[in-house]
């Protein structure tokens, strides 16, 4: 019986079906792919820093971006010019270990991106949505680059597959910056940036490893509605090329 595991050939398959431009660059390990992907953003960072004066970076939490963080932020750069956001968060304390604000402040802890200008509130607030879109406001855009991750539902930042709201969440002509998420799973309770936020940078980047994930790409690039496979989003639009980062783990 042939195999149907999915391999890094099948992200390269999704540049003749999506409708965004598709570059894959595959790893064989996560350390690899973390050193490569922040000499690529460092290089962003620097060509709107020399053109503006000061950058604009959107990052994700969880597991899979830790090692990138880490090495992107011990790059020399003048971080205090680097304004820096999430691509979402959980609405928790920000010293509660499910915190993505905590994680990307302990990623930079100690290193030169200490120093950056991180979007701090505290997302239990009944206003956070507002907070984090005034802050956008005053962001530099479009952003250097925006580095999300993908869950294996197909989910980026914090839009799930048919949660409510994600039809809004994912229109294009949408002006919200922000928007309420609900997850499958504790802490339900979520905010993300929107799609059109998401897209309004130079270098849009997403960051998977292991095979599920491959599959759900593989998935998701054929033809269907994107609230099942919230990810479809990024394939389908036609903004900014997609850059797709993969190592088996």
Known sequence: MKSTRPTSRDIARLAEVSQATVAQHAFSSG???????????????????????????????????????RELASRKLDWSNVFVTLADERCVASDDPASNLRFVREAF????????????????????????????????????????????????????????????????????NVVAGTAPVEPKARLSLTLPVLLDTDLLVLHVTGDAKLATLKRAAAHGNRLEIPVRALLQQRRVPLEIYHAPR
């Open 109 to 176: 802890a100690g290193a030169p991106a200490a120093g950056a200008a991180l979007v701090e509130f505290d997302a239990t607030d009944t206003d956070a949505a507002f907070r984090w879109s005034e802050a956008l406001a005053q962001a530099p855009r479009p952003f250097a680059a925006v580095i999300l991750g993908m869950g294996d539902d197909g989910h980026f930042a914090s839009l799930f597959p048919g949660m409510p709201g994600l039809a809004a969440a994912l229109d294009l002509a949408n002006t919200a």
């Open 31 to 69: 350390e690899a792919l973390a050193r490569n992907l922040a000499n690529v953003v460092a290089a962003a960072l620097e060509r709107r820093l020399a053109a503006q004066g000061a950058a604009g970076l959107v990052v994700s939490g969880g597991r899979t971006p830790a090692a990138f963080l």
